[in-house]
Every structure is written in structure tokens, then in C-alpha cells.
T-cell receptor
Framework: GIQVEQSPPDLILQEGANSTLRCNFS?????LQWFHQNPWGQLINLFY???GTKQNGRLSATTVATERYSLLYISSSQTTDSGVYFC????????????FGKGTRLSVIA | DAGVIQSPRHEVTEMGQEVTLRCKPI?????LFWYRQTMMRGLELLIY????????DSGMPEDRFSAKMPNASFSTLKIQPSEPRDSAVYFC?????????????FGAGSRLTVL
């Protein structure tokens, strides 16, 4: 099956700093999503981004499908950004399951 | 998590007991997924349904696990008998995004501890 690798596995930031999280995948995808799992365990969909660039407030994401990677940018980080960020992909469009990476654990300290 | 309601949120049980986890998804979806999350294995797909029909249950660890979706508004995941290694957070998710796309909305999860 498709492999999803995320880096770095852990990241500690000072509040206000910027960061880039990376997701590499081993095959062509038609679906890529970024999720944030907060410290209470809730998984929230951040972006649906199989290609191109999207922005939502301080967060933005870029997927370069031809080179099989996606980046999640967090600017001016806040303590509420802490948690685990997951990248998930699927090879085919339609109702097939997402395959998740192992995540990047982000800790933002005041 | 207003779109997908899971219950119970927490359950502590003893080895050998039957466990039933419940999921009530929002309307408008046509696929439902059960995932399990552990520290060691991360997020793993257990089973998913399309239009209430089980499509792929290859992720279900053993025959002790079973899942049903009697209608579009309800699904259950049952473990019988439960074992300590089943301790995990179990998530239910549905696709609730663009037409033809699989954009997932997750429930809050059910944290299971088997003693």
C-alpha cells in the first residue's frame, strides 16, 4: 500500500515562531488532507488539498502532487496550535479510505 | 464533533467483557469509517461502509471484532470478548465534503481501557 512519511516527528516552538511540516507519499494521490489532533484528542480537518495551495488564517498548505509531497505552514504560532498534525492520503478518488502518516507532534511554549 | 456523535466517550471494562461502541453520523454522507488509534500503531482503519454496506474489513484485528451499520444514522463496533490489548481510542468518521471527495469528519472518539 501507499506509504506516508511525516517530518519532523516532534517539534518545539516558541510562541510567535513559524514552522513547516512535511508529508511525503510513495505514490500518486487524488486526495490529501491535513488534520490537527488537539491535546484533548479531537481530530479536526484543516485542509483538503490534493494539489495546489490553500490558506486559512495563519495556516497554509501546499501540495506538489508530481513530486509527491505536501507542506503545512504555521505562522506566528500560538500555544493553541499544540497537538499532533496528521497528513492522510488516498490513491484513488471516491469513497476509499485515507491512509494516515504517523504525525508531527508540535509543542508551542509561551 | 457535532457532526458525528460517539458513545461512550470513555469506557473501562474487565478482560472478557463485551464492549459496544456507537456512532451516530450526520446526514448526507455515504461512507462511514472506524479507525483505532494507539501509541504504537497510530491511526489504523478497521472497517468502512459505503451506503451502509461493509466494503473492507481487512483491518479488523480478529474475529472478536465486528461492526454493523443497520441504517445511515447508526453504526456499532463490538468487541467480544475484550482483551487488554484492545485498549485504544476508537474513532468513527464520515465523509462530509466535496461531492466525490473523501473529506473526513471525525467524532470525538471512544477511549477504551480493558483491564
Amino acid at each position: 500500500g501507499i506509504q506516508v512519511e511525516q517530518s519532523p516527528p516532534d517539534l518545539i516552538l516558541q510562541e510567535g515562531a513559524n514552522s513547516t511540516l512535511r508529508c511525503n507519499f510513495s505514490d500518486s494521490v487524488n486526495n490529501l488532507q491535513w488534520f490537527h489532533q488537539n491535546p484533548w484528542g479531537q481530530l479536526i480537518n484543516l485542509f483538503y488539498i490534493p494539489s495546489g495551495t490553500k490558506q486559512n488564517g495563519r495556516l497554509s498548505a501546499t501540495t506538489v502532487a508530481t513530486e509527491r509531497y505536501s507542506l503545512l505552514y504555521i505562522s506566528s504560532s500560538q500555544t493553541t496550535d499544540s497537538g499532533v498534525y496528521f497528513c492522510a492520503v488516498v490513491r484513488n478518488s471516491g469513497n476509499t479510505p485515507l491512509v494516515f502518516g504517523k504525525g508531527t507532534r508540535l509543542s508551542v511554549i509561551a | 464533533d457535532a457532526g458525528v456523535i460517539q458513545s461512550p466517550r470513555h469506557e473501562v471494562t474487565e478482560m472478557g467483557q463485551e464492549v459496544t461502541l456507537r456512532c451516530k453520523p450526520i446526514s448526507g454522507h455515504n461512507s462511514l469509517f472506524w479507525y483505532r488509534q494507539t501509541m504504537m500503531r497510530g491511526l489504523e482503519l478497521l472497517i468502512y461502509f459505503n451506503n451502509n454496506v461493509p466494503i473492507d474489513d481487512s483491518g479488523m484485528p480478529e474475529d472478536r471484532f465486528s461492526a454493523k451499520m443497520p441504517n445511515a444514522s447508526f453504526s456499532t463496533l463490538k468487541i467480544q470478548p475484550s482483551e487488554p490489548r484492545d485498549s485504544a481510542v476508537y474513532f468513527c468518521a464520515v465523509n462530509a465534503g466535496l461531492s466525490g471527495a473523501n473529506v473526513l469528519t471525525f467524532g470525538a472518539g471512544s477511549r477504551l481501557t480493558v483491564l
